[in-house]
């Protein structure tokens, strides 16, 4: 029989557990992005933040990984580990084994991930049409009079070539 201590130091650990990961699994996998569907080769929420990392800091040990994401949320060593190696799997970064901590990087540049996502969404939810996400971009009521600017200079860019 557990003593009362015993039992709520595991049930301590337990929530500092769930809670150390809680980022990971609140709602930043959809329906067919969840770990082991292998059915999805783009990178999900999570895989994009590490990439995010990578693209900014340049080819990263697992530990030069979390640092930089537990500025903005908690994380685990193993639970960046484990993203690293699904992400390996799915051809998303590379690995370094020269070293006695093991390096990644990401496989693909930054702006060839982003064309790609943008091209998944609009076949998914666009029905393939560039324009309609485009569009709907615009309609946002979030934009502000310098993403207006930015957005009327590429159009005008375009339009003199």
């Known amino acids: 029989m557990q003593s009362m201590g015993t039992r709520k130091q595991e ?60 500025k903005t949320r908690a994380i685990g060593y193993t639970t960046v580990l ?5 992400m390996l799997e799915k051809d998303l970064v590379t690995r370094d084994e020269a070293a006695r901590s093991h390096v990644y ?28 996400l485009v569009m709907q971009a615009l309609s946002e009521e979030s934009l502000t009079d310098d993403d207006r600017a930015e957005i009327e200079s590429i159009l005008k860019q375009m339009r003199e070539k």
């Open 11 to 70: 049930d301590s650990r337990a929530t500092d557990d769930k809670d150390h990961r809680s980022w990971l699994w609140s709602g930043h996998f959809t329906k067919g992005e969840r770990m082991g569907d292998e059915s999805r080769k783009g990178p999900t929420k999570s895989e994009l933040a590490i990439l995010q990392v990578l693209w900014e800091v340049g080819p990263a040990t697992v530990n030069q990984i979390q640092a930089e994401l537990q």
């Open 82 to 86: 484990k993203l690293l190696q699904l």
């Open 105 to 132: 990087a990401p496989k693909e540049k930054q702006g060839a991930t982003r064309k790609s996502l943008v091209a998944d969404l609009a076949a998914r939810a666009f029905g393939g049409s560039t324009a309609k």
